[in-house]
């Protein structure tokens, strides 16, 4: 990955924020707080997770570029992770949003200035077995901007789910 494909996830990223944007923009409360299924999260459980998940990455990225050489990552059963879609009662609709929209400038001031360097650095994940060293790049692509656009998907699955 270089600089250029940095800005560019940066710009995938912003894209699937504004998307999720788009498609809940017009629904009612009760649809964003809707779950299909027990297994499936609300979107509004989805903007929670990401307004949790973008940050944690972003602070990881600076945490392994400040610590050559530290593990990065977390499992699924992450308390912080799970503390984000625990209780969807609780969850104010218009809190929830105003912190998602917020998510485009601390995505772009986290990512822009890293340098080619930065994007090869690499780090062991916690998991050495499945992920191994790393590098930035992997951390941007895979937890940032494919998260980001996996949770659309979602949204959309779900949305397509009330008719």
Known sequence: ???????????AINNSIDAILKVSDNL???TIRWNPTNEEWSILQIISHLNEAVPYWLNEIDRVLAEPGAQWGRGLQDSARLAAVVNPDELNV??????FKELKQKVADGLENLSEEDLKAENPHR????????PVSFMIEHFLEEHVEKHYSQVQRNLSKLD
């Open 94 to 99: 218009s809190e929830q949003f105003a912190e």
């Open 1 to 11: 990955m270089t600089v250029v494909a940095v800005n560019q996830s940066i710009q």
């Open 28 to 30: 009612s409360e009760e």
């Open 127 to 134: 998991n050495f077995e499945k992920f191994g060293n790393k």
